[in-house]
Each structure stands twice: as structure tokens, then as C-alpha cells.
């Protein structure tokens, strides 16, 4: 059994590996694949903003089968029911005795990677039932409570260029998910290597870097890491000056922000300092750490207000400017 800090190496020179592998099947994207791991590593989920074609589902499918993992996606579309994510009760008779009994059918949320691909198509009953589960890790169906395997992680995407027939998921349902990644159209050189490997017949040799069991041990680690308090106190003045009626919102920005960001997301601040630290190889967070994980954190946590739209400002031109306003405290 690994030591702390021997867990600590050992990430380190797993993320080398765990970028290595994935970099066989995916062209770039290297920050998109860091948020993911930091992710994963702290325990939250993650919302994927990002046009069809830039490989969402195969960077995922990818990351599993490198971590060994169990790999679903469910389509999300608007008759899909709560009991075709979770599973349902059917009747199954005996052949012998002729005794009918309720079985249950476990549905394609029992994975430890789940990819809810444009889960703003499906009605918000349907949404619940998969935050539900992100949540508690556990589902409950016909009286009956089952856990979900360990480590559970939940992946959503969004499509972010059409909204007729989509049902957007409220602010306080969008607060569960842990980072809002946004990948961008690849680089014209990145794109000539995409279109050169996927026309070929190369299938490249994915290999397995570490097992589930090293990922629920390196989960544990993330949360002994120690935090310093003034750290902490700069994660929690960032979130706080999100926050239009708070004292420490700065008045250029208030304008702008109909709605701030909540404690949950001061929490993953500090979470995702700690992964981003260890996957670097340190056992101990600072202050860049907290303005590096920043943006995922707060971007879908600021509710912008007309004025914003009227100045052609969004929320991660809001967190650029609210990080040059918060000082970093004195240790």
C-alpha cells in the first residue's frame, strides 16, 4: 500500500502516461483533458460545452478504457423516461415453482463513467434523475435504495448552437456539476493530424494506465492535501465577489452580474486546486492554483444580466476582470 506521498508520485508520473495515451486518439485539447483529470480526481462532474464533430464522445470513451473503467452513454432526447437511465422493476416468473418476483434491471447509469450526451434535450424529470444520482450516488426505485458503482463519474454535454426543442438546465441543477468545459474548434495544424488519422487504417493501441481502485485511493489523497488558510480565504473573496449585493462585488462589475455563484463553488475551488497540485506532483495548493481552475468553476455559475448582453460581455470576460480585482491575501 502506497504512502501519501508515494501516491503522490505516482500520479504524477500516471498523468504523463494518462496524456500519452489519450494524445494517440485525440488531436490537442490538452487543457480540455487536464480539467477532465482534475476533475475526475476530486470527485465532481463535469458539464461539456461544444458543437458536434470535435470528438467529445470518443475523448470520453478514451479516458475509460485508459483508466479501466466501465463506459456508458445514454442519447438524451425528449421521450426518454427516467427508468430508461436508471433501470425498472420487471415481473420474472419461476420456471419451476411458477412464482412471479420483481427483478430489478439495472439501466445504463450503473457504469463508472456515464456520458449524458445533450442532456438539455430531455425533459427536466428525466435531468433530475441523473442529478439525483450524481449527487447521492444512489438511486432508489420501487422502495428499494441501490449504490452506484465506485468511482462514479458523470459527464453531460450541451450542443451550444441550437436551443428549439431543448430544455436548458436550471441554475440550481447546473451548481451540481463541478466544471463547465468548453472545447473549441482544434488548431488548422491539429486539424490537417485529425483528418490524416481518422482517414487512415492506423487503430492505435490504447493501454490501461491505472484501475479503478487507483482512482477512488488518489480521490482520498485530493482531500488530505492541506490548504492554507489565507488560500482558502482568497478562494472564498473570489466566489463572494461574484456576488452583485456583497460588499466585496466591485462596482464596475455589478452592472453585469444578475445572479452570483453560491459556497458550492468556493468548495470546488479549493477541490480543484488540490487535484491540479498533486497532478503536478505537490502537496500543497496556492493561490494560482485557485485562479487556474477559476474559469470551469465560475463559468456557469455567473448569471449574466442585460446590461451584460448589451455590452457584449460574458462570464469568463467577468472572472478575468474579477481576478485582477481580488487581492491575493498575505499568508
Known amino acids: 500500500m502506497r504512502s501519501d506521498l508515494e501516491s503522490v508520485e505516482f500520479l504524477k508520473e500516471a498523468r504523463q502516461k494518462l496524456i500519452k495515451e489519450i494524445s494517440q486518439v485525440i488531436v490537442g485539447q490538452h487543457e480540455v483533458v487536464e480539467q477532465l483529470l482534475m476533475a475526475l480526481f476530486s ?8 458543437v458536434p464533430g470535435l470528438a467529445k464522445t470518443l475523448l470520453i470513451s478514451t479516458l475509460a478504457r485508459i483508466l479501466d473503467l466501465d463506459f456508458n452513454r445514454i442519447q438524451f432526447t425528449p421521450d426518454l423516461m427516467p427508468s430508461d437511465i436508471i ?53 432508489s426505485i420501487g422502495g428499494r435504495t441501490y449504490d452506484l458503482k465506485l468511482p462514479f463519474f458523470v459527464l453531460a454535454t450541451q450542443n451550444p448552437i441550437e436551443f428549439e426543442g431543448t430544455y436548458p438546465l436550471p441554475e440550481a441543477q447546473l451548481d451540481r456539476f463541478m466544471f463547465n468545459i468548453y472545447v473549441d474548434y482544434p488548431k488548422p495544424d491539429e486539424e490537417v493530424e485529425i483528418v490524416l488519422s481518422t482517414t487512415s487504417a492506423r487503430e492505435p493501441e490504447i493501454k490501461a494506465v491505472m484501475s ?22 482568497y478562494a472564498v473573496e473570489l466566489v463572494r465577489s461574484t456576488r452583485p449585493k456583497d460588499g466585496s462585488c466591485p462596482d ?25 497540485a498533486v497532478i503536478n506532483g505537490r502537496y500543497h495548493i496556492s493561490c494560482d492554483d485557485i485562479r487556474a481552475v477559476a474559469k470551469p468553476v465560475l463559468r456557469h455559475r455567473i448569471l449574466t444580466s442585460f446590461n451584460a448582453e448589451a455590452d457584449g460581455i460574458d462570464s469568463l470576460t467577468i472572472i478575468d476582470e474579477l481576478i485582477k480585482a481580488v487581492k491575493v491575501p498575505e499568508p
Open 212 to 233: 479503478g481502485d487507483d482512482v477512488i485511493g488518489l480521490q482520498e489523497i485530493i482531500r488530505k492535501v492541506p490548504a492554507a488558510e489565507h488560500v482558502v480565504k
Open 87 to 139: 433501470g425498472t422493476d420487471i415481473i420474472q416468473e419461476d420456471i419451476k415453482t411458477g412464482e412471479r418476483n420483481l427483478k430489478f434491471l439495472k439501466g445504463p447509469i450503473f457504469a463508472n463513467i456515464v456520458l449524458a450526451d445533450e442532456i438539455n434535450r430531455t425533459p427536466p424529470k428525466t435531468q433530475a434523475a441523473l442529478l439525483q444520482a450524481m449527487q447521492e450516488y444512489k438511486v
Open 43 to 50: 470527485k465532481g462532474h463535469c458539464l461539456i460545452i461544444g
Open 252 to 276: 464596475s462589475i455589478k452592472k453585469w452580474i444578475s445572479w452570483g455563484a453560491g459556497p458550492r463553488a468556493s468548495q470546488y475551488l479549493v477541490l480543484g486546486a488540490k487535484a491540479r
